[in-house]
């Protein structure tokens, strides 16, 4: 069940997360391909699994998961595990989300119904740190400036709320909630 914000609207939640950490692509292989395939290491699974802990812990389901096609961003969502409640999320691999740039990343919630209310986004630096700190910029709550600073490490999720539907909210409107830097 949606929070509810004070005038009975559900307040939606959107956690963007960076992918967990990955291995180098193998000596000499480079280009796109190279970096598509690239896998998480075994502390890349281990901080992926701590970070689908954390956010079941705050009941976060997701409706829809929005995920970069890279083997780095499948192999983290698969080692987040299930997300929180019984009802399994609408996942789609996103072409674009890959080396996106923060307004192609705001421009994928343009294209989510309007009935969607939490959404997952699973892509990677440095188009993830620049939403992230466009949204966070004149908003950030006490306590969170110091992880900001220090950029979006791998497996970072950022946690955005708003009362307004995705696809219409203003980045006035988005506000960030919380952060999770591993």
Not at 28 to 53: I, K, N, S, V
Not at 77 to 86: C, E
Not at 156 to 181: K, M, P, Y
Request: aromatic fraction near 6%.
């Amino acid at each position: 069940m949606p929070d509810r914000s004070e005038g009975g609207i559900p307040t939606r939640r959107l956690i963007v997360m960076r992918h967990a950490q990955a291995a180098p692509a193998p000596f000499g292989e480079m280009g796109m391909h190279a970096d598509l395939e690239r896998p998480l290491t075994p502390h890349g699974h281990e901080t992926a699994a701590r970070q689908g802990a954390w956010l079941r812990a705050r009941h976060f389901a997701p409706e829809l998961v929005l995920v970069s096609p890279s083997l780095r961003t499948r192999q983290t969502l698969d080692a987040i595990g299930s997300f929180y409640g019984d009802q399994a999320p609408d996942i789609r691999y996103v072409n674009t989300l890959y080396d996106a740039t923060a307004e192609t990343i705001r421009d994928s919630l343009y294209a989510v119904p309007d009935k969607i209310n939490n959404i997952m986004i699973l892509g990677h630096n440095p188009g993830l740190q620049g939403l992230v700190l466009h949204w966070a910029g004149g908003h950030c709550p006490p306590g969170l400036e110091n992880m900001l600073i220090r950029g979006f490490p791998p497996a970072s999720i950022a946690c955005f709320s708003t009362d307004q539907r995705w696809n219409t909210a203003t980045d006035g409107e988005i506000r960030l909630v919380e952060l999770s830097c591993q």
